[in-house]
């Protein structure tokens, strides 16, 4: 199996020391998860996911259609055999093609004995077409209704995902062959690995997938000098200092999602947004949301609104003299933008300008995965848990984002933490993605609710916010729609959709990647591409038809979009030179929080 690396095996009395370090650490960290959690529930919930139902439908539909399920087996019957036939062929020496390859970007077989070990090829291989024929079966099966099937899929990835021979130490050649050279040092490593994780999450596993110590917030990440120039009950606003002697007149506000923090904004300066913003000539301004406890658990979506944009606007004015903004609303924050630019257009409020969204949707129509966590009883189930704190838990979301990209941000970590017993390597943005927030429980419920689980948004009046039904035909102001190929979380299919519900000139560009990397994507990485269609149609086939693909970054297509729209430049605006005088330092202290 593959190349042996030079390191010599550990010492018996090492490995006994070491077990009985870890044998301590676990009676410790079992004794103080009782006594913190004395009423444990003693039947935990067997359906959290809300699928039983979602499996009755699919042993319905395939005993209602025995036909269709023979025709499946039939095919996994035929591959297995093409297998088992190659297998033979190339154990007499004779060369024969895979009969399956794992698709583009799935990295979980990337080790050489992957390919040249024919017992492991053999595993591989059967993996995939059983989990291929698997996933068909579900996805071909007649007699479902929409959301039962998305529910079925997404769960059935769920599973072949965590039976993927890599998860396993005697199915991963890799770990073997760790296991071999170190004497099960590694495995041993990675029980340590494991009680640390428990640890951190009081007693409930939370995978590291970076290194917690090498990063801070403000002095290796989050960088950029500015001031906080204002701040109420639920963000503070940045004013960052400008890095050119101009800038333009109208002034740049970004609203992030408040699900993350914002400075994924402002990781470092090689990939900073705020940063190659601000060396354009913008003047930045960005809300950085509290992280709320059970003191705002009642602060509502109409809240957010008030003391969010329009809060901000009204500090904008002060600190710069400029009633008119550009604005930026990321994810959610996007949704809330919508949102406020509705009620503004119904009270003749002008004061945004051009409008960017960075992957957000307003037509949740065709949301995504996101929405087999979103029904009915599993919004009950979160309402109750949100009724007693007061918010709904960071680890909750960020667990539930995990599980959009299980192969990536979850299983990669149990075989390199756990099975492999390395440590995670620094890394910025698993850094952010592990520092979540809590979510007010008014605000998160109403959001669910009318949002994701009603679609309210799109419905004129569905919505009413400060006494203002919203219509969204109403936004009359120029938007740059921006989506990710590859997201997971807002589909470009869904985001597309606000095409027909905004009445102003849309500029719509597909960027290469997802939710994150396809919106932090710094010219000078030259990585992904985007796709504007110049002809802008309204129907997305036809869009994607006609579209152009450009290599690289789709920041200086945005910059050409909006310097037009930003006035003309005057003399650089620091932090303080208003009417505001500064609290503290960015990145702030409610990032911190």
């Keep these: 199996m593959g190349k042996k690396e030079t390191e010599n095996p550990t010492d018996g009395a090492s490995i006994a020391a070491d077990l009985a370090q870890v044998s301590a650490q676990y009676q410790m960290l079992m004794a103080d998860y009782m006594t913190r959690h004395p009423q444990t529930r003693e039947f935990p919930d067997t359906d959290p996911f809300n699928t039983s139902d979602a499996w009755a439908a699919l042993a319905q539909a395939w005993m209602a259609n025995p036909m269709q399920i023979l025709e499946a087996q039939l095919d996994l019957f035929r591959g297995l055999t093409q297998l088992w036939q190659n297998m033979a062929m190339q154990a007499m020496g004779q060369t024969a093609p895979p009969v399956i390859e794992p698709e583009q970007g799935d990295r979980r077989f990337s080790h050489e004995d992957w390919d040249e070990n024919q017992i492991f090829s053999f595993i591989k291989q059967s993996y995939l077409l059983t989990s291929r024929w698997f996933l068909n079966a579900v996805k071909d099966t007649e007699g479902l209704d929409r959301e039962t099937r998305i529910k079925l899929e997404f769960f059935s990835k769920q599973f072949v995902d965590a039976l993927s021979p890599t998860n396993f130490v005697m199915t991963n050649p890799e770990v073997l062959q760790k296991t071999f050279e170190s004497g099960g040092e590694n495995l041993l490593r990675g029980l340590k690995n494991v009680l640390n994780d428990l640890e951190k999450g009081d007693g409930e596993l939370k995978i590291s997938m970076t290194d917690p110590d ?16 204002y701040q109420n009950d639920i963000l503070q606003l ?12 109208r002034p740049l506000l970004i609203m992030p999602p408040w699900i993350n923090k914002f400075y994924i904004l402002d990781l470092q300066p090689k990939n900073s947004f705020v940063k190659w ?21 009642e602060k509502t979506f109409e809240d957010y609104m008030f003391e969010g944009p329009l809060d901000a606007l009204d500090a904008i004015e002060a600190a710069t003299g400029e009633k008119s903004v550009n604005v930026i609303g990321y994810c959610i924050g996007g949704t809330l933008l919508a949102s406020t630019l509705a009620y503004m257009a119904a009270k003749g409020d002008k004061r945004f300008n051009a409008v960017t969204f960075f992957t957000a949707q307003v037509d949740f129509s065709e949301a995504g995965d996101l929405k087999v966590f979103i029904d009915d009883e599993q919004i009950e189930s979160m309402e109750e848990e949100m009724a007693e704190k007061g918010y709904l838990d960071a680890k909750s979301m960020q667990q539930t984002f995990n599980m959009l990209r299980s192969n990536d941000l979850i299983w990669s970590f149990v075989v390199n933490n756990y099975l492999l017993g390395k440590e995670p390597v620094p890394f910025d943005l698993l850094y952010w993605n592990s520092d979540s927030t809590r979510m007010p429980r008014a605000l998160h419920s109403f959001y669910l609710r009318k949002f994701y689980n009603e679609n309210k948004l799109i419905e004129p009046g569905g919505i009413t916010l400060g006494g203002v039904p919203l219509d969204l035909s109403l936004i009359e102001n120029p938007v740059y729609l921006q989506a990710g190929r590859e997201d997971h979380i807002a589909p470009y299919q869904s985001v597309f959709k606000a095409v027909h519900h905004f009445s102003g000139p849309t500029r719509f560009m597909l960027a290469g990647s997802g939710h994150i990397a396809g919106v932090i994507n710094h010219p000078d990485a030259k990585k992904y591409n985007f796709s504007i269609n110049p002809e802008n149609p309204t129907n997305l086939d036809e869009w994607i038809t006609g579209a152009k693909t450009t290599p690289g970054s789709w920041w200086p297509d945005w910059h050409k ?26 990145p702030g202290s409610y990032v911190k929080a």
């Excluded at 909006?562 to 005057?570: A, C, W």
Aim: net charge positive.
């Design 214 to 229: 090498a990063f801070e917030v403000g002095q290796n990440i989050a960088t950029t000098p500015g001031k906080v120039i």
């Design 238 to 249: 940045i004013q960052y200092e400008p890095t050119t002697e101009k800038v333009f007149k």
């Design 277 to 297: 913003a601000l060396d354009k000539g913008y003047t930045v301004f960005v809300v950085s949301w509290v992280n709320p406890d059970e003191r705002l658990a």
């Design 561 to 586: 979009w909006l310097s037009k729209k930003s006035g003309k430049k005057v003399p650089a605006r620091h932090p303080g030179d208003g009417k505001l005088t500064p609290i503290e330092n960015a």
